[in-house]
């Protein structure tokens, strides 16, 4: 009797500790259905002109909310980014608070990112960020700047910093710290030889 109940505590904990892997897999999974409608939908939106058919999409929330890509190649960040930050969009990707900036436009663009709760890890690693380190935004119509971390900081969750208004083109990313109860945000600047260097639109 002791035998089964140890065989069955110890499957029980092996189906425990399975759980953050299977999430962790089955956000992957539909991460990748994202970044691949966008990256391909350059392709198909010449094809529908040519046709007038459309593949179907990976998610029907992909059309009306996706507005890019970010990514962090240090950290092994690269999620799409959703427009708006409820839980919908945060519980998909990142999450483009609105009435901020839009990706790769003129003033503070700021995003925000779970992180490592059961809702999803997208932002675990933010907080290993360095200053010097390379992010990437990537629009839906294709635009991509990219960006070196400039600052970080730990603030309290409505810390006029995050969102504050910026004269020139910045990037703010953010998740939580301390348990939930603080904030930890970075700030970054763009490459301004970017587009040059990799043939790139910089600016419009």
């Known amino acids: 009797m002791r035998s089964k109940k140890a065989v069955c ?4 904990g092996i189906a425990i500790a399975a759980v953050p892997f299977l999430l962790r897999m089955r956000e992957q999974q539909r991460a990748g259905q994202y970044i691949n409608q966008l990256e391909d939908k350059g392709n198909e939106d010449e094809t529908s002109k040519e046709t007038g058919s459309r593949k179907k999409e990976a998610s029907p929330y992909l059309a ?6 970010a990514e962090i190649p240090e950290l092994k960040i690269k999620y799409p980014v959703f427009e708006g930050t409820g839980t919908v969009q945060l519980n998909e990707g990142i999450g483009h608070m609105e009435n901020t900036a839009p990706l790769c436009g003129e003033g503070n663009c700021v995003l925000a990112g779970h992180n490592g709760s059961r809702r999803g ?14 992010v990437k935004l990537t629009t839906k119509e294709g635009v991509s700047h990219c960006y070196t971390v400039e600052e970080m ?5 409505y810390d006029a910093w995050v969102t504050e208004e910026s004269d020139t083109e910045v990037l703010t990313l953010f998740t939580c710290a301390e348990h939930g109860t603080r904030r930890f945000a970075c700030r970054c600047v763009p490459v301004e030889d970017y587009g040059s260097e990799r043939g790139d639109a910089r600016r419009e």
């Open 64 to 69: 009306e909310g996706t507005v890019g890509m």
């Open 9 to 12: 505590l110890i499957l029980m």
């Open 153 to 157: 900081r730990v603030v309290n969750p």
């Open 121 to 134: 890890v997208f932002f675990t690693n933010l907080s290993s960020a360095r200053a010097g380190m390379e």
